[in-house]
């Protein structure tokens, strides 16, 4: 029997029937062809796992159970056909038009065919998506990090996965072995979030900085994620953000205009350090360790004021460039 | 995933599609292979062959009625799809783990990047999530906007109604704005970045662009005057084109990110945690100005001049607070 036939009549056979089936029973109506000895035996469990494992990827719910009162030891198998279909979904043309606009998103091929699986399902159900909308752009969903599918498999399958990861201004990248917890997407790049084994705490990795290949390892199901977990608000509030200041600049007429866009008073024609322009005074808000990077891109065309921590850092790195 | 799996996937996925394709057919009756193939994003080849593993499977036993009876003469005939004694195939299968995140994660990061938008994902992602299709184990916590809902929609507007549009557009490598009156083609993105493909008539060009750089746009009741060129693929070489130097940077650990957000054309370690990065410069204010926000982690490797007038302009900076450098 081809695969994909089995497969289709295992399914069949344990949602038509309303009791548990026992894998004997399984085994002899789909699996005939596996002999009666140790090996075949062996050949039988491995096939039958990975055909169960392969109905649960795509969404089957099989319950296990046992099968009566007289044969307590013998497992059996259903799909209860209520909790395994997908319920009833309508949409209204708004919402079937932002789902046409989801359809084009990723641009990774796992998750690419997944949509077009989800979006067949609802198309099965009578749910017509609509292709045609304009005026939203879809977002293009990458995930060109190499390690992206094995976290995202371990965090599925709940295994331990083990990694180098380098931190900026080390170095050196060290060993980490992480339980991952999910995959966060921010500002176009992924994170891992999970409880660090070695740190016993939890912890947030950036994919793109992971150095080599990662590693899942040991058996599914592992650890369980604590209840309550909220992967979204880890990510938030373990990755690293900068508090905002109000920075005070002197920015030469008609220069710094990324940074005039932003501001919240701007006042015009002020003394400033040279008179070779006409200066004025930008004020604006922004987290302190990038507005460092964003004045100094402008060279000598503006100039902080305040805070004084932000001006000698500007001031030190200048230094160190002109002093090596 | 991975190439080597490719035979177990292909039994799976035709296992996915046919349990697609039976609830779609059993709500319907019969339908042409056509508009099945259409509907269900399936080549129509493919969905032949899946009809032709769906007649051997059916309910244990063996006998005749109690498999999946599919109409061949139909099939080959007239190309019409009739399935029956398939009522235990009558819904589709729940959402696997995969497929919600795809889904979920896509429409929050629509919502993200388009607030006009938001209100629909919202409504959209809530019914998913009464379906039992939520994702706990993905998530999107902020994506790059593309552009103020406004902004997207006055230039998809003009679009559609082939209108021109005036631009007060911002050029940070020449820290200037600069109003530009162009035929707009379309938004796309390339990379992370959403662009607005133009015919601009200020440079006479194609030109591309960032929608974040866009100070003002208004639309104008003149028809576009550039007929006859469509939409371009800004991904290729046309995009890189352009005349551009081989630069070769050395950088310190906190500057490692560097290849992570610009096209580097090679990178090698080189001694004390230096990387070394060879990428292809455009133009001296860019490179300037990402080495002015690298500072002091980063210097260059050759051409040796550009390093010469970046720790120039650097001094140059330096003297605005009285200060020489030297101590």
């Known amino acids: 029997m081809e695969k994909s036939e089995r497969l289709l009549n295992l399914h069949i056979m344990l949602l038509a029937q309303r009791r548990f089936v026992s894998k004997g029973d399984i085994r002899r109506m789909l699996y005939a062809d596996y002999p009666d000895t140790p090996a075949g035996d062996e050949a039988f469990e491995k096939t039958f796992e990975r055909d169960k494992d392969d109905l649960r990827e795509l969404g089957v719910v099989i319950e296990v159970g046992t099968m009566d009162k007289f044969f307590e030891d013998e497992v059996g198998y259903r799909i209860p056909p209520d909790e395994s279909a997908l319920p009833e979904i309508r949409f209204e043309a708004d919402e079937a038009a932002v789902l046409g606009v989801a359809a084009r998103a990723w641009e990774q091929a796992a998750f690419a065919k997944a949509t077009t699986e989800a979006l067949r399902k609802l198309a099965a159900s009578g749910v017509e998506v609509d292709r045609s909308r304009l005026d939203v752009v879809a977002p293009r969903l990458r995930a060109e990090e190499p390690s992206f599918d094995v976290f995202w498999d371990a965090t599925r399958k709940r295994r331990l996965v083990t990694f180098d990861y380098r931190r900026p201004g080390e170095p050196q990248p060290t060993r980490r072995r992480l339980h991952p917890y999910g995959v966060v997407r921010s500002s176009g790049r992924w994170y891992v979030v999970g409880h660090d084994l070695d740190r016993g705490e939890e912890r947030v990795f950036r994919l793109s900085r992971v150095v080599g290949d990662a590693r899942a390892s040991g058996r599914a199901g592992a650890f369980e994620v604590p209840a309550g977990t909220d992967v979204r608000r880890i990510a938030d509030t373990l990755a690293p953000t900068a508090p905002d200041v109000e920075a005070v600049l002197l920015v030469r007429q008609h220069a710094g205009v990324g940074l005039r866009r932003r501001a919240t008073l701007v006042e015009d024609d002020v003394p400033g350090p040279d008179d070779r322009t006409r200066w004025d005074r930008v004020t604006l808000t922004a987290p302190e360790s990038s507005l460092a990077d964003e004045v100094l891109t402008y060279g000598a065309s503006v100039m902080v004021e305040a805070p004084e921590s932000l001006r000698d850092e500007v001031v030190d790195r200048l230094r160190r460039v002109v002093s090596r | ?327």
């Open chain 2, 1 to 327: 995933m991975s190439a080597a799996r490719t035979p177990a996937t292909t039994a799976r996925d035709q296992v996915a599609r046919l349990l697609a394709l039976v609830p779609y057919l059993h709500s319907r009756g019969e339908v042409s292979v056509t508009e099945a193939a259409a509907a269900l994003d399936v080549d129509p080849d493919q969905l032949v062959k899946d009809l032709r593993v769906l007649f051997l499977c059916g309910l244990p036993g063996g006998y005749p009625d109690d498999l999946i009876d599919v109409d061949l003469d139909a099939l080959e005939g007239e190309g019409i799809i009739r399935v029956s004694n398939a009522d235990y195939l009558a819904h589709p299968v729940r959402f696997a783990p995969s497929e919600a995140a795809a889904l979920v994660v896509a429409l929050r990061a629509i919502g993200e990047r388009t607030p006009s938008a938001r209100d629909v994902v919202e409504r959209t992602l809530a019914k998913f999530e009464a379906a039992g299709a939520g994702s706990a184990e993905m998530h999107v916590t902020s994506e790059p906007q593309t552009a103020p809902g406004d902004l997207l929609a006055l230039l998809q507007g003009a679009i559609d109604r082939g209108h021109q549009v005036e631009l007060t557009y911002h050029v940070p490598t020449r820290d200037e704005q600069a109003a530009r009156t162009v035929d707009p083609r379309a938004v796309t993105h390339v990379g992370e970045v959403a662009y607005l493909d133009a015919w601009c008539h200020t440079a006479q060009g194609d030109r591309a662009f960032r929608l974040d750089r866009i100070v003002e746009a208004r639309e104008l009741e003149t028809p576009v005057a550039s007929p006859g060129s469509g939409p371009r693929d800004l991904t290729g070489e046309w995009f890189s084109g352009a005349e551009t130097t081989r630069v070769t940077l050395a950088l310190e650990p906190p500057a490692h990110w560097v290849p992570e957000y610009y096209t580097v054309v090679a990178q090698r370690p080189g001694p004390d945690g230096i990387l070394e990065v060879d990428l292809d410069v455009a133009g001296e204010p860019w490179l300037r100005q990402l080495l002015l926000r690298l500072a002091p982690h980063a210097r260059v490797v050759r051409p040796r001049e550009f390093n010469e007038s970046f720790t120039a302009g650097a001094r140059e900076a330096l003297s605005l607070y009285g200060d020489t450098g030297v101590r």
